[in-house]
């Protein structure tokens, strides 16, 4: 064997002292090392060696041949003939096919209880972990039914692994039927006889401490012929710590003490991930040029992005994580998900969801007959207010073109309801990228455009797995549909996409790279355990003592090599650097964490004094500020309508501030996952059937109650079925059911009220254009739900419905007593009233002002009240107002008058402290007056001093 | 020495006597035996404390370790006086070095640990996900949706649910579902997943296995109430007997089953019930409006029948009420079931519901070692081997984490060997989170249990000396709790009992510490509120460096102490509840009505929002009309994410008028959030409100303030003094709310019942036995509250509550403290500006006075050290030459698989041509053969056609053939060069080099070959200069490796498909 170890001291920086070791022969010209096989740890070390010898070239004048730069996986796969070897979508789906067909019950040891549903995704999902397996064990040349044979017995899972086995068969029969082969399976072939690309004179193990076990019986096979250099980054002294391919020995580094490493200095306890990230700005802040001599290694993930968002702001660098970003949490992938969503249930809400996708409603907008995006929402959530309905299929039934909006909702359910069928009708690698063309549409994306460039290395991605797909034999079963959706979206899932570095940046490394960095300023935040060291305990299949007995890549063999190079990071900055180090002590969830034991890792006798370090508590960062309000909320200018309705004055009653905000700039939440009517609609549905009823000439002269039951029950249903379909959702049937048991028990009184003579002349009689009828000469407008006159007295009265829970007499919304904490002078002079020598004031003055608009037709002598429908309903029936007398009828109008001339002065200030059911509450936080601002109200702020008078 | 010489061991640790202590020393003993740190595994609730369990460990050795003193110290503690610091030193080492093996956490994290490793064994399909409190409101969002609409769920579901709702909301008709539904799932989830059978739900054979007398009595209800009208009405009665009777016997008529009772109905009845019996016998004196009535014959066997029917009513309607509502409790977890969890997104709930299984289910259980039948072998698969078990805080241990954990506890329990050890450890006396499934009974039970196998096979030890509490604490603690006899005059038997077992005398350790112990009385809220206030002025205790907590029962009351001492004080006050950082503040409530207004632009509400706040002006600002903000807004969302579009509206505004503090720390805080949402890749405003709104932060409060907390927060900590307000409250012996849930002696759920009236449960033995267990229950729990909140404090403790009212019996926490503590008279003093009455007091009033106000420390931070100028490492701009023109990609060809047809098309035809050394008269048979392969791919034999095409062309022959016989060539040949401190990597199709006479190079040739598809009217001058960057670079290069002068170096590119050369200058 012609295997040859070389040591490269740590004195410089790994990529000059490779560079220099390769080219130790080059004179000047260029530096030709193209019949040279460089294997290397990762990529990126790779392209931190080239740039090195490109650099080195450049000294003289020179370029450079460059060798063939590989990654040890490199070995195994380089020869296979791609078409043969089954890609990742295709083992996925060989093993779909395999768990959706074997009887569970013959791998009872695996399955000993059954998944609680057997459906496609549960198939992926548990192929997704055969493959990890699969991985896992192909990295140390084994396949799954090697285990079994392999196994200790005293593990005692031979059984269950030779269930595996069993199935690891079928899935390569199912390969094999396709012509394909598993890839990790080929690896483990072609490692049993492996050659090397025809140029290759010399191969070179640079620096791989952790070399896999197959790729390292390749190296073994061509060692016989072509010489093999294993180089070390490492003084030649410690040669006895590595084995002879330069991996650390376990027996070595567990044992001794390292030759470098922090001192207590260099050590800094953060909090949680945003604590640490703050404390390694604040240690990088201390580097003249971060951007130039700077590196930060972010082995926990969590603290990445809260690095990205300070360096920024407190170093003027950017991080660049040459990790690069998940597809994940890409547009692309986010809309696909819907539409595998939609797919399995064309929700409307679910539609709604994509509806706001800009790829969709910008492919909308393009279409003929749809109005711009915001209006398309608009319609969209008002018929959702309105017609709460479950599907597309729902929408689209009660979409009648008679109503606002419908027939762009219509538009929208049908341009779902093409795509979806397009999508599900034929296989995705056809229909996909048509569909996609389509909702694309003449869009271009700008390469010199960050976010477009992301966004088509996305769609680059997608499109390079379908065609994978579309090439392979196994495209046959592919599912249609939502499966195989879900299936391309878990393979794009686990896409990584680099993203360029911009410029001055400081590179967060990941942990492996480190060795290869050679910014003298370094800076390793996050260093706890379970990050680094990276250890792994407990599996579900390969646990550490199966691996270690199989021989597999294991927790001991980590800690080695991530011990070297901890050593090595402070070893090879002893002279021309610095390294920082800041661990953490809770995670982003408030997990604690522990210091990494490589920070523990010093002579016996300072152990004391690090521990008292490492395990102290977090020292406390920042103090909290006081809670103030960034700004005041001034409320735009807008005029008050012309007209107002009898039931408004009683918001002006209760604050005018709100009364601007709900009444003049008409501010009304909308309930996105509107689910169910709201009291309004409950209430306006009980109208609509009690109108009906009102205006049928025959009914409404009724003394039977059943007869008037079975119409009320008739016309609820119609309405219903009108307005919300006839499928109504749980919720809906309960309140249909809810209206239908009161309006029965109104059944039976509304028979007593006929018996005692009253007789319904008029229902809903609005009087919005009534001449004459206004108050302070503002027209009033206004709706009497019912008008009836007692054919026996001759007498009217007027009737308002309450379908509001609790039945209450109607005194109770117009005016109450003055509370002990209120003072009379605390309202304007027309608010308030005195009656047996009490001071009461107004609330509200609706039935005093349809007493008003009546009196034209039916003269002073009007009684008028509530016909409640409550919940209890034996407490239904009619609560007349008891004392209308004129004084207090009078006393009422005059408080409206005074309410209209405060609006006409535009007095909307100051706001109540408080009120019940305060629709502003959010926003106030308790206090009105300071948080909100009357700038730029109508009146101004005049209106301050108006009632202050 | 070895590790069997270790007993089991139960502790009895009260407050403060050092439960950590003995917990590490334990651990530490363990290892002082010999047992190797990853076979030890402690247990306890608490992220928090398991953190300080290890970190108390460390820090012990380390001590001990380093200094002789201490190693003695704690050999003698651990009972191995022989080791020394070396020892100590060693141990260690030896912690360290198993770090990642030791399995010191949380409960919930120990049975994650062991579903992630049985996954398939459980049901699942791979590694659980864990959804917190967040994520599973979403997914409660789909379930209802799906329960509400789904088509799967149209007809049977639906329908059964429908029933069932209306079962359940019997006599009381509800129209709203959505709040309702959330209600009955947020009170009863717990219950159901102890009583997933139907059969425990509201089922009478169940509850009265010996019959019920009132159930199945039917009578003539009406015929009943309306004789009884007529006789009373013949009766000679006061007026005010009338009346009630009247009101009585209209309430009767109107009433439904199920619903409230009416007004007039509940004096009548029960006074009724009293002379029960009599009324059966046929003459009673029944008390009615106020006096009494003898009544006879029929007047009674109508009024017995109307109770009987009231009763028998009510109990049936209850029974079906219970039984509507466990069907909507198994719809929805069905739903629930199907929807979240078969995904395998989990809770913490739901992980113990997989361990401890459901009753009569088939969830396996653990043991270690070798698998046997159904059995998981935790061991192997967790990569670890517990030998011993320390649980902590074990009065707070679940019946279903103890199912789970019993398997392997009975293990070690019996080991045959003796090598190995269970040890737990918790307070009876703190056992407040019944409410959270704790169940203090398993204490004792399992020590007898164990016990009755193996005597003494568990021995006790009971530590009632406080390391925490001074003198003058301790004795008041006594004071209270130690007076039984007080405490069986106020309480339920069972609960005082239960008190006793658990309670020793209290000592303090540090016998001659200063302190002080008092109770105030202040009339109402706002004279306590007041009373705090000066009493920490008066004491200043920030100002001496001491800690100061406020212990109240409620959230609510903790805000309001929180409000007042914020408006009337002068010092720092830090609220120890969640807050809200997302919706407590304008800018975060700003910022989501600007997505909102985003997303759903009809929603007037959000939209007059954005534009009272400068939001709105930048609106305005910026984009042309609100148009353009909206469809801005929605595409920030959708490619960054909420986090980096709620982090650039932020950004916006500082630039545009700037932010506060506060504001500013609150939108670091959202951003934070924004992201930990985005990171599970929604997209959905709505979602994304609903999750900040709900977003919520612990903030401790620091030793630089007062804190403020819940009772229950307060366990396991400790301050310098605590204040104890609003003591006021209810009666301790009342049963809590919600479902009545009986358990057999081994916690099976025995019957489920939503109990009817106090009249009614008062009137039934089998419930009255029930209310009275569940009432001693919450006696006892309540005992516990306030144990845990006296015995927070280190030296002083102030009580204040209202004086006890006059009349009242109520037995709450107020006469409890009279009761015991005072004795003698009370006197008045004035604590700064508020007049007190100080009913009881023990130690020195004046304690804070020894202890001298500090001097502001400096705060700790990172070192300034000035800026370091360190070399600067070389870092070139990475560039590839075929990149060297940025394009705009159309999004037909980007989505088009053609287009990847023609890059692997394109791939294909260059390896053709690097086939090509020189062109010569074999060239084209060569590719001709290689075409006719059997095997040849249809994309290998149309890429050799059109090879085949171009070579036919004399140009490309004459690019492809050799010009000398000395020339070389280059065939996809790499380079990596440095060209203006640009780093470029690239590689050539094929480079000719040509040499003079004397073998000098003296001119080089690129050929670049393009394969584009191009139309035949197609400009070839304006398609090759699209690549002239490109080929320039090539050519610089070029120069640069063969030191020729550029203009020696001509570029070509070869069209494959037009079957062009064009060259480039
Ligand atoms: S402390 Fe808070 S969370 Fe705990 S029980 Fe009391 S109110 Fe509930």
Request: hydrophobic residues 40%; contains cysteine; proline residues 5%.
């Amino acid at each position: 064997m012609q295997l040859e170890r070389h040591f490269i001291s740590r004195e410089k920086d790994l990529p000059t002292q490779a560079a220099g070791y390769l080219a130790r022969d080059w004179a000047e010209g260029n530096i030709d090392l193209a019949s040279d096989l460089i294997v290397v740890s990762s990529r990126q070390a790779g392209r931190r060696l080239r740039e090195a010898l490109a650099v080195r070239a450049a000294s003289r004048d020179g370029a450079v041949f460059p060798p063939l730069v590989v990654t040890p996986e490199f070995l195994l796969t380089h020869a296979l003939d791609k078409h043969r070897i089954a890609g990742a979508a295709d083992s996925l789906l060989a093993w779909t096919n395999v768990l959706q067909e074997v009887e569970l019950d013959s791998c009872a040891a695996l399955f000993p209880s059954a998944p609680q549903r057997r459906d496609f995704p549960w198939a992926l999902r548990t192929a997704r972990e055969f493959m990890r397996v699969k991985k896992l064990l192909g990295e140390g040349g084994l396949r799954m039914e090697d285990v079994a044979a392999r196994m200790p017995g005293e593990f005692g899972e031979s059984e269950r692994w030779r269930e595996i086995g069993r199935l690891e068969r079928l899935y390569r029969g199912e390969l094999a039927g396709w012509g394909l082969q598993d890839a990790e399976e080929a690896k483990i072939g072609f490692a049993g006889d492996p050659k090397l690309p025809d140029q290759v004179e010399r191969v070179v193990l640079l620096a791989v401490p952790d070399l896999l076990p197959a790729a390292l019986s390749v190296l073994e096979h061509v060692a016989s012929a072509i010489p093999i250099e294993v180089v070390i980054y490492c003084e030649e002294e410690r040669g006895d710590y590595f084995d002879q391919w330069g991996r650390p020995l376990p027996e070595k580094w567990e044992a001794s003490e390292l030759e470098a490493g922090p001192d207590d200095g260099q050590l800094h306890l953060g909090g949680g991930p945003e604590d640490q990230a703050s404390r390694t700005a604040s240690l990088l802040a201390v580097c003249r040029d971060p951007a130039a001599s700077a590196a930060i290694a972010a082995p926990d993930a969590e603290v990445i992005p809260f690095l990205e968002r300070m360096l920024p702001q407190q170093c003027g660098v950017n991080g660049y994580n040459p990790e690069g970003f998940s597809v994940k949490s890409e547009e692309l992938y986010v809309v696909l998900g819907a539409f595998r969503d939609l797919m399995r249930y064309p929700g409307f809400s679910v539609s709604g969801d994509l509806l706001r996708c800009p790829l969709f409603f910008r492919y909308l907008e393009s279409l003929s007959g749809l109005p711009g995006a915001p209006e398309m929402f608009r319609c969209w959530d008002a018929f959702h207010q309105r017609h709460l309905p479950g599907d597309i299929d729902d929408a689209f039934r009660l979409a009648r073109n008679d109503e606002a909006g419908a027939s762009v909702v219509r538009r929208i359910i049908e341009v779902i309801g093409e795509l979806l069928k397009e999508l599900s009708g034929g296989p995705l690698w056809e229909v996909l990228p048509a569909v996609m063309q389509r909702l694309h549409g003449g869009r271009h994306f700008d390469e010199d455009d960050a976010s477009d460039r992301r966004y088509a290395t996305v769609a680059g991605e997608l499109m390079a797995l379908l065609s994978e797909l579309r090439g392979s034999a196994a495209a046959e079963s592919l599912p249609r549909g939502a499966d195989g959706l879900e299936l391309v979206l878990a393979l794009l899932g686990e896409k990584r996409i680099e993203e360029e570095r911009p410029e001055r940046a400081v590179d967060l490394q990941g942990w492996l790279e480190l060795l290869w960095e050679n910014a003298p300023c370094l800076i390793l935040t996050g260093i706890n355990e379970h990050s680094v060291p990276e250890s792994i305990t407990g599996d579900p299949f390969v646990p550490e003592s199966l691996r270690q007995a199989l021989g597999l890549k294991n927790n001991r063999a980590r800690l080695a090599r991530d011990l070297y190079i901890f050593e090595s990071l402070f070893r090879s900055r002893r002279d021309r650097g610095r390294v920082d180090v800041v661990c953490g002590k809770t995670s982003e969830a408030g997990d604690p964490l522990r210091p990494s034991r490589l920070l523990l890792r010093c002579p016996k006798d300072t152990l004391p004094d690090r521990v008292a370090r490492l395990f102290a508590d977090a020292p406390v960062s920042g103090i909290r500020a006081p809670w103030t309000s960034p700004w005041r909320l001034a409320p735009r200018t807008a005029a008050h309508p012309e007209t107002i309705s009898v039931t408004q004055f009683a918001r002006y009653l209760q604050c005018p501030f709100r009364y601007y905000l709900t009444e003049v700039l008409e501010m009304e939440p909308m309930d996105p996952r509107k689910a169910e009517m709201d009291d309004a609609e409950f209430g306006n549905i009980c109208h609509r059937v009690l109108e009906e009823f009102g205006n049928d000439h025959r009914l409404k002269h009724s003394e039977d109650p059943a007869e008037i039951g079975d119409f009320f029950e008739d016309r609820l249903n119609r309405l219903f079925t009108g307005r919300y379909g006839r499928h109504l959702s749980a919720p809906l049937m309960i309140q249909k059911e809810a209206a239908a048991q009161r309006l029965a028990r109104l059944a039976r009184v509304q028979a007593e009220e006929r018996a005692n003579g009253w007789l319904i002349e008029e229902v809903e009689w609005t009087f919005r254009e009534q001449p004459g009828l206004s108050i302070g000469g503002m027209p009033l407008r206004g709706k009497i739900d019912r008008i009836e006159r007692n054919e026996h007295t001759g007498l009217y009265r007027i009737i308002d419905y309450k379908t509001s829970d609790k039945s209450k007499p109607p005194e109770t919304d117009h005016f109450s007593a003055l509370k002990k904490t209120e003072d009379i002078g605390d309202f304007p002079e027309y608010a308030v009233f005195s009656k047996e020598g009490k001071d009461f004031r107004w609330t509200g003055l609706q039935l005093p002002l349809y007493r008003r608009a009546v009196r034209d037709r039916c003269g002073d002598e009007v009684q008028c009240g509530y016909f409640n429908l409550p919940k209890a309903v034996s407490e239904t029936g009619v609560r007349l107002w008891e004392d209308s007398s004129p004084d207090l009828i009078d006393s009422a109008i005059r408080c409206a008058e005074g309410v209209v001339a405060d609006l006409r002065r535009g007095r909307f200030w100051p706001p109540a402290e408080s009120v019940e059911y305060d629709a502003f509450e959010e926003l106030f936080f308790g206090d009105p007056v300071g948080m909100a601002s009357p700038e730029r109200l109508p009146g101004g702020s005049a209106g301050d001093e108006g009632r202050a008078e | 020495m070895s590790a069997s010489r270790i007993r089991n061991e139960m502790i009895l640790a009260s407050a403060g006597s050092g439960k950590t202590y003995q917990l590490t020393n334990r651990y530490i003993q363990l290892m002082a035996l010999g047992a190797a740190p990853e076979r030890i595994i402690a247990l306890t609730f608490t992220r928090k404390a398991a953190g300080e369990f290890f970190d108390e460990i460390l820090k012990k050795l380390a001590r001990a370790g380093r200094d002789r003193p201490e190693a003695v110290r704690l050999a003698g503690a651990i009972g191995c006086p022989d080791l020394g610091c070396r020892e100590f030193l060693d141990m260690l080492e030896r912690v360290i070095d198993r770090m990642h093996l030791l399995e010191l956490g949380t409960l919930d994290s120990f049975f994650y640990r062991i579903i992630r490793n049985f996954p398939f064994e459980l049901g699942l399909s791979g590694p659980p996900e864990i959804l917190d409190e967040n994520a599973v409101r979403t997914e409660k969002q789909r379930v209802y949706d799906h329960v509400f609409h789904h088509p799967a769920s149209r007809h049977d579901t639906r329908k059964a649910f429908l029933e069932a709702f209306k079962q359940a909301t019997w006599g009381t008709e509800e129209k709203r579902l959505g709040a309702r539904l959330d209600r009955f799932i947020e009170e009863n989830h717990e219950v159901f997943l102890q009583a997933p059978e139907p059969g425990a739900w509201g089922n009478p054979d169940r509850i009265w296995p010996e019959g019920n007398d009132w159930l199945g009595f039917k009578g003539k209800p009406d015929e009943d109430i309306e004789t009884l009208a007529t006789l009373f009405a013949n009766r000679e009665l006061t007026d005010r007997q009338r009346e009630t009777v009247e009101k009585f016997l209209s309430a009767l008529r109107e009433w439904s089953p199920g619903a409230p009772w009416l007004t007039g109905m509940k004096r009548p009845v029960t006074n009724a019930l009293k002379v029960f019996e009599q009324l059966e016998s046929g003459e009673a004196d029944y008390v009615i409006g106020g006096k009494k009535l003898r009544i006879a014959g029929e007047e009674c066997r109508r009024l017995a029948n109307v109770i009987r029917r009231l009763f028998a009513a009510e109990l049936e309607t209850k029974l079906q009420v219970t039984r509507g509502l466990y069907e909507i409790l198994n719809v929805y977890e069905t739903a629930y079931g199907e929807l979240v969890r078969a995904g395998g997104r989990l809770t913490f709930g739901d992980i113990l519901i997989l361990l401890s299984g459901t009753p009569g289910g088939t969830a396996p259980c653990l043991g270690q070692g070798n698998p046997s039948g159904d059995r998981l072998a935790i061991d192997y698969r967790l990569d670890g081997r517990f030998d011993h078990w320390l649980l902590d805080e074990f009065q707070d241990t679940s019946n279903a984490q103890w199912a789970v954990l019993r398997n392997l506890i009975d293990e070690v329990v019996q080991d045959a060997e003796g090598c190995r050890s269970f040890f737990y450890v918790g307070d009876v006396k703190q056992a407040i989170f019944a409410w959270r499934q704790g169940d203090v009974r398993l204490f004792r039970e399992i020590f007898n249990h164990y016990n009755q196998a193996a005597p003494s096979g568990i021995v006790e030890r009971r530590m009632s000396e406080s390391w925490r509490s001074g003198p003058a604490v301790i004795a008041t603690v006594n004071r209270v709790f130690d007076d039984h006899a007080a405490m069986s005059g106020m309480f339920p038997e069972a609960a005082v009992a239960r008190w006793r077992d658990g309670w020793d005398s209290h000592e303090a350790r540090h016998r001659d510490a200063s302190g002080y112990a008092a109770y105030f009385e202040a009339a109402d809220a706002e004279e306590q509120h007041a009373l705090i206030l000066e009493t920490l002025r008066e004491v200043q205790p920030l100002r001496r460096g001491l800690s100061c907590a406020v212990l109240v029962q409620s959230n609510r009351k903790a805000n309001e102490v929180v409000h007042y001492l914020r408006e009337h004080g002068d010092m720092p006050v830090a609220s120890e509840t969640d807050i809200h950082p997302g919706v407590d503040n304008p800018l975060g409530i700003a910022l989501l009505s600007l997505f909102k207004w985003a997303a759903y632009p009809g929603d007037s509400y959000a939209r007059e929002h954005v534009l009272m706040t400068p939001f709105g002006e930048l609106i305005k600002a910026r984009f042309p009309s609100g148009v353009a903000a909206i469809k801005s807004i929605l595409d920030g969302i959708h490619r960054e994410g909420f986090s980096a579009t709620a982090a650039e509206w932020f950004r916006r505004l500082e630039e545009h008028g700037g932010i506060e503090r506060f504001s500013r720390g609150r939108s670091e805080i959202i951003i934070a959030a924004a992201r930990r949402f985005d990171r599970q890749g929604g997209r959905n405003v709505a979602d994304f409100i609903d999750y900040i709104s709900a977003y919520s932060v612990r903030q401790s409060g620091t030793a630089e303030t007062v804190q403020v907390m819940t009772i229950h927060k307060a366990k396991g900590l400790g301050f310098d003094m605590v204040i104890l307000p609003h003591l006021e409250g209810n009666r301790l012996a009342r049963r809590r709310d919600g479902m009545g849930v009986c358990q057999t002696e081994h916690r099976e759920v025995e019957w489920v019942f939503d109990l009817p009236t106090k009249e009614i449960v008062e009137n039934d033995d089998v419930l009255a036995a029930y209310d009275q267990v569940a009432a001693a229950d919450a006696c006892y729990e309540r005992l516990c509250q306030l144990y845990v909140a006296m015995t927070r404090t280190k030296r002083a403790m102030y009580l204040i509550a209202p004086p006890m009212k006059e009349n009242s019996r109520s037995a709450n926490f107020i006469r409890l403290l009279n009761e015991t503590l005072i004795s003698g008279e009370a006197t008045s003093r004035r604590i700064g500006e508020a007049e007190t009455k100080v009913v009881y007091e023990e130690g020195d009033a004046a304690w804070h006075a020894g202890i001298e106000a500090i001097d502001e420390v400096p705060r700790s931070g990172v070192v300034e050290t000035g800026v370091i100028d360190f070399p600067r490492c070389v870092r070139h701009r990475r560039k590839t030459p075929s990149k060297a023109k940025a394009r705009k990609i159309n999004a037909i060809s980007l989505f088009s698989l053609d287009s990847r047809k023609s890059l692997d098309f394109g791939t294909r035809v260059h390896e053709i041509f690097a086939g090509i050394e020189w062109f010569d008269e074999d060239t084209e048979s060569r590719i001709q053969s290689a075409m006719s392969e059997e095997d040849a791919a249809p994309m290998t034999v149309e890429a050799c056609g059109e090879v085949l095409e171009c070579l036919r062309v004399d140009a490309v022959r004459r690019v492809l053939g050799r010009p000398d016989p000395g020339a070389e060539v280059w065939r996809e040949r790499g380079f990596e060069v440095i060209l203006r401190d640009e780093w470029l990597t690239g590689t050539f199709d094929r480079v000719t080099i040509e040499k003079d006479g004397t073998g000098r190079v003296c001119r080089g040739t690129i050929l670049d070959y393009k394969t584009d598809k191009l139309g035949e009217s197609c400009d070839l001058a304006s398609a090759a200069s699209e690549y002239s960057e490109q080929l320039k670079t090539y050519r610089s290069a070029l120069a640069r490796m063969t030191a020729l002068p550029e203009s020696e170096i001509a570029c070509k590119l070869l069209f494959t498909q037009l079957r062009r050369v064009v060259d480039v200058d």
